[in-house]
């Protein structure tokens, strides 16, 4: 069982930074793909970015493309979700999840594995 813990978020002002990190048990340090998602409230779960496992490829949801930056630490087992230039709109519960799964990565659908979320509130 693959278990994700998120922390990081809080309150931020528009245009700031922050940095969020989901710890994964043991049995993630490989083969698993790991995604961002977020929810907005009121709105449905949508993509923010995923990282492969075996190069680290990025791919990113237009949205965010060019702001957000998905990192990993293999030896520590976190993910990263690096938030640059925040805009009231990114406010939302974010969740890290991870899959075996290659195809369909911005759907999140395709993932097993969550974690319980944190939340990133963007002030204007």
């Known amino acids: 069982q693959v278990q994700l813990v998120e922390s990081g978020g809080g309150l931020v002002q528009a245009g700031g930074p922050l940095k969020l990190s989901c710890a994964a048990s043991e049995n993630t340090r490989s083969y698993y793909n790991m995604g961002w998602f977020r929810q907005p409230p009121g709105k449905e779960r949508e993509f923010v970015g995923y990282?492969?496992?075996?190069?680290?490829?990025?791919s990113y949801a237009d949205s965010v493309k060019g702001r957000f930056t998905i990192s990993r630490d293999m030896p520590k087992n976190t993910l990263y979700l690096q938030m640059n230039s925040l805009k009231p709109e990114d406010t939302a519960l974010y969740y890290c999840?991870?899959?075996?799964?290659?195809?369909?990565?911005?759907?999140?659908?395709?993932?097993?594995?969550w974690g319980q979320g944190t939340q990133v509130t963007v002030s204007s």
């Open positions: 999840a991870a899959t075996l799964k290659w195809s369909n990565l911005n759907s999140y659908h395709q993932y097993d594995y």
């Open positions: 990282i492969a496992w075996n190069d680290n490829g990025t």
